[in-house]
């Protein structure tokens, strides 16, 4: 039997957990890497004299997977950055109206950007690219981009199912946490 289902955990609440946390989780693995390996590399630099290729390398791509990632946790949480000074000033259903317009207007860039940069991936791949420290595949590094963006598509479209449901219940959409209030 699975890990865990003997317990009481089913697929379903593993599902759920995993769709709750998994930025979370993710943000952190490359957060603590892009760190860990800053701090290495300042040690090597300042009392050895000595620095390698490979750690900025680890450093760059952590963040670039830590930037992508960030943005689909700001898509699920709305905390993005947008101008709302209209909101302040129309009734709820046209709110929740343009929420989903604005989803939707970036579901089609989104797309669009998952696409160019899942070829950009298969370009690197079909020529054999890698890295120039650290002597790795390219591509898992070029893939934070599309990984990035998929789960950006994956989280506005439970945001377009969250404000459709929420309009038709007569609920007021979920405007997500604001940055400064």
């Known amino acids: 039997m699975f890990w865990g289902l003997e317990k009481g955990i089913t697929v379903r609440s593993l599902i759920k957990i995993f769709d709750r946390d998994i930025e979370k989780w993710a943000l952190l693995i490359f957060y603590v890497i892009l760190v860990v390996t800053m701090a290495v590399e300042v040690i090597r630099r300042e009392v050895f004299s000595y620095s390698s290729v490979w750690g900025e390398e680890i450093v760059r791509y952590s963040f670039i997977y830590l930037a992508w990632i960030a943005a689909a946790a700001a898509v699920r949480e709305r905390g993005h950055i947008r101008i709302d000074v209209l909101f302040h000033y129309v009734p709820q259903r046209v709110k929740s109206v343009l ?56 989280r506005l479209a439970q945001s377009i199912i969250r404000d459709i449901r929420d309009l038709v219940q007569g609920r007021p959409p979920f405007e997500g946490n604001k940055l400064f209030d």
Do not use: H
Not at 117 to 130: H, I, N, Q
């Open 99 to 154: 929420y989903i317009f604005g989803d939707l207007a970036m579901l089609f860039v989104a797309v669009l950007a998952f696409y160019w940069s899942y070829e950009t991936v298969m370009v690197s791949v079909k020529y054999g690219s890698v890295t120039d420290g650290l002597r790795l595949p390219k591509f898992w590094f070029l893939m934070a981009v599309p990984v990035g963006f998929a789960l950006v598509l994956i």
